[in-house]
């Protein structure tokens, strides 16, 4: 591994806002490859996605995309350094 550069996966939550409520409710927890892709469970366990992008998770849990770990990943922020 000398030379490599390690990059933590980003965090993601999908959240969801019920009818006349304004405060969402996370129905899902995933992750953003450093390659781009990503993963997602939901709070059951049951929906589990792999997708090519973050964004792509949001259609199938029919959520909205929120960064935990804010827009910019860890290795974009090391290569701006």
Not at 9 to 19: I, N
Not at 21 to 30: E, F, L, Q, R, Y
Not at 44 to 63: F, K, T
């Amino acid at each position: 591994m000398t030379g490599e550069q390690l990059t933590v996966p980003r965090r993601f939550a999908l959240l969801r806002y019920s009818d006349g409520d304004d405060s969402p409710a996370v129905v899902a927890w995933g992750i953003e490859l450093p390659n781009g892709s990503a993963v997602s469970v939901g709070l059951d366990g049951q929906a589990v996605a792999v997708c090519s992008r973050a964004e792509h998770c949001e259609l199938i849990h029919g959520a909205e995309l929120s960064w935990i770990d804010g827009e910019v990943g860890d290795s974009e922020k090391r290569a701006s350094l």
